[in-house]
């Protein structure tokens, strides 16, 4: 295995050490225009390039102070990269003067992977290389993947495993080279009538699977954050485990299988209602196991779903929802550092 050139590793670390400041985690704004569509169709808004913008303009704009007092950086889907604010400066450089990292989602969504019960690979290795480097260009310094996975009987395969970890691994290490942190993100989805057991076990499986991956591809660990889920029951399984049983679980499957050179592991919100990613994430900070890594949120619906419902598209409740966005995000810094007052 060859050293990483010492001014790269140095680069990657600086990112890392930024967008891991104490109190404050990532907002995931990357959705697709093809996700966006059903959220907007539940508040009755169309789905177009113009609403998109002002959607992510008023998200972004939210009160500077607190806005980089709860978020380090924020993920935005291609599109967004160059799309401009109202008063016509592109939203990478609206962000930069606001001290936010800006990072960017890479990956073209999912595929099915033939030959198994309908699981998912993820494309969009194809020009990578060349996509990363531009996007660092144009003023990127982390790129996000996700793969996702879902839990039945006899899934995920080692198959879906074994594809995802070495697409995972491929990315990041793409990423890296053009100086660009990857956030590597394996979706374990929570559809599904499972136990918690279970998940765990899932976990832990496809997390190791996924390590020694990231290793074969000389991924340096130092220079990467990992973007799980947290390990909860399926969605239609009757029990609902407390926070402090997913937060035991969650820390388990990751001591087993997360090496303590990863710097940062920052929670997805799927599958969890908006409360729920709070006070779990604050009872996984709040926990005095052995945490060798910055526990912390990148959150995408957890942070938004209340803005947008309040937001419908009308400059008149602008304010309101930019209000309800920032309410969010304090609760989950608070959660960060395991001191929300619950
Ligand atoms: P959620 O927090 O909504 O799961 O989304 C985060 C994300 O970036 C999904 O890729």
Not at 146 to 156: D, G, K, L, Y
Not at 321 to 326: G, I, N, T, V
Request: aromatic content about 8%; overall charge neutral; charged content about 25%.
């Amino acid at each position: 295995c060859t050293e990483l050139d010492p001014a790269l590793s140095l680069e990657l670390e600086k990112i890392i050490e930024t967008i891991s400041a104490p109190k404050k985690g990532l907002l995931a704004c990357d959705e697709s225009p093809a996700s966006l569509e059903q959220r907007f169709q539940e508040i009755g808004i169309d789905n177009t390039e113009s609403t998109r913008r002002a959607y992510r303009e008023m998200l972004l704009s939210a009160d500077k102070s607190q806005f980089s007092q709860y978020i380090s950086g924020v993920i935005l889907h291609h599109e967004t990269i160059h799309q401009r604010t109202s008063e016509d400066v592109e939203f990478v450089e609206f962000l930069r003067r606001r001290n936010i990292i800006v990072g960017v989602k890479v990956d073209r969504g999912l595929v099915r992977l033939f030959g198994t019960e309908d699981e998912k690979t993820t494309q969009g290795l194809d020009n990578l290389q060349e996509n990363c480097v531009r996007y660092k260009k144009e003023g990127c310094h982390f790129a996000k993947w996700r793969c996702v996975f879902s839990i039945s009987e006899r899934c995920p395969s080692h198959l879906a495993m074994i594809t995802n970890a070495n697409v995972l691994a491929r990315f990041a290490s793409i990423c890296q080279s053009a100086r660009m942190v990857p956030i590597v993100e394996p979706e374990i989805l929570s559809n599904g009538k499972y136990g918690i057991d279970r998940a765990l076990q899932v976990h832990e499986e496809m997390l190791s699977i996924l390590f020694r991956a990231l290793n074969e591809y000389h991924v340096y660990l130092e220079g990467m954050v990992l973007k799980p889920a947290m390990v909860l029951s399926g969605i239609k399984n009757a029990i609902k485990c407390t926070p402090q049983i997913v937060a035991e679980y969650t820390l388990r499957a990751l001591r087993r299988t997360v090496p303590a050179a990863v710097p940062a592991i920052f929670f997805l919100s799927g599958g969890q209602t908006d409360e729920e990613a709070v006070l779990n994430l604050n009872a996984i900070n709040a926990c005095d196991n052995k945490k060798p890594w910055r526990l912390s949120f990148c959150y995408g619906r957890a942070l938004q779903n209340m803005a947008m419902k309040i937001w419908k598209n009308n400059s008149e409740n602008v304010d309101k929802a930019q209000a309800m966005f920032l309410k969010r995000a304090q609760l989950c810094s608070e959660a960060s550092l395991g001191e929300l007052q619950v």
